[in-house]
């Protein structure tokens, strides 16, 4: 059973710098699933797909949300990231990570997601 760990500050300022985590267990983030996302909801509206890394290391992002955040990961660790810059009080939201076989848009494992306020 594939279990993803979502970690991250919380708490950041506008024209910070955010980083997530993404722990994996129970499968390779180089193997067996293809894509691991990260999704996020802000309060009271829907999920918004930003962007995914490939098991072949290939990214692919939302252009809506323009280039301000990257996603990468670390093979030994069996971690993704997400690395968002220049946030701002509209990045609040509760941030996923989700995997699955072979969609970007549909998941076959979810995490619990983490909560980032965006607030001076």
């Known amino acids: 059973q594939v279990q993803l760990q979502e970690s991250g500050p919380g708490l950041v300022k506008p024209s910070q710098t955010l980083s997530l985590t993404c722990t994996v267990s129970?499968?390779?983030?180089?193997?067996?699933?293809?894509?691991w996302s990260w999704i996020r909801q802000p309060p009271g509206k829907g999920l918004e797909w930003m962007g995914a890394?490939?098991?072949?290391?290939?990214?692919y992002y939302n252009p809506s949300l323009k280039s301000r955040f990257t996603i990468s990961r670390d093979n030994a660790k069996n971690t993704v990231y997400l690395r968002m810059n220049s946030l701002k009080p509209e990045d609040t939201a509760v941030y996923y990570c989700?995997?699955?076989?072979?969609?970007?848009?549909?998941?076959?494992?979810w995490g619990q997601g983490t909560q980032v306020t965006v607030s001076s």
């Open positions: 989700g995997a699955s076989y072979g969609s970007l848009y549909e998941y076959d494992y």
């Open positions: 129970g499968g390779s983030i180089t193997t067996n699933i293809y894509y």
């Open positions: 890394i490939a098991s072949d290391g290939s990214t």
